[in-house]
């Protein structure tokens, strides 16, 4: 099993920045590829970026490319994702994700995901 937390969310104005932080325990962190996954009110849950195992080939959803960056260190079992120029519609629960394996897959399973930290980005 791996567990996952999140922190970082809060209230922040539109063009402003946050950082969230999911930290991991459990199983080796570093077998895992790892993923944030946002979801707003009445929306559903949809990707946001996805990392492999090294921190390689980060992937972006089209809505955030150029605005938030994912990276992790392993040597703290922590992975994170930086949110630059913030905008009213990016105000959601975000989740941490761990997937079966090292790389990010697209679309694949997620085998573990987190309880969530909100995101709210005032107009």
């Known amino acids: 099993q791996v567990q996952l937390v999140e922190s970082g969310g809060g209230l922040v104005q539109t063009g402003g920045a946050l950082r969230l ?6 199983r080796t962190f570093s077998n895992y590829a790892m993923g944030w996954f946002r979801q707003a009110p009445g929306k559903e849950r949809e990707f946001v970026a996805g990392v492999n195992w ?3 080939n980060p992937q972006y959803a089209d ?20 949110m630059n120029s913030l905008k009213a519609e990016d105000t959601a629960v975000y989740y941490c994700a761990a997937q079966g394996g090292p790389w990010w897959i697209p679309r694949d399973a997620i085998y573990y995901w987190g309880k969530g930290t909100l995101v709210t980005v005032s107009p």
């Open 54 to 56: 090294s921190g390689g």
């Open 21 to 26: 932080s999911c930290a991991a325990s459990g």
């Open 63 to 82: 809505s955030v490319k150029g605005r938030f960056t994912i990276s992790r260190d392993n040597a703290v079992n922590t992975v994170y994702l930086q």
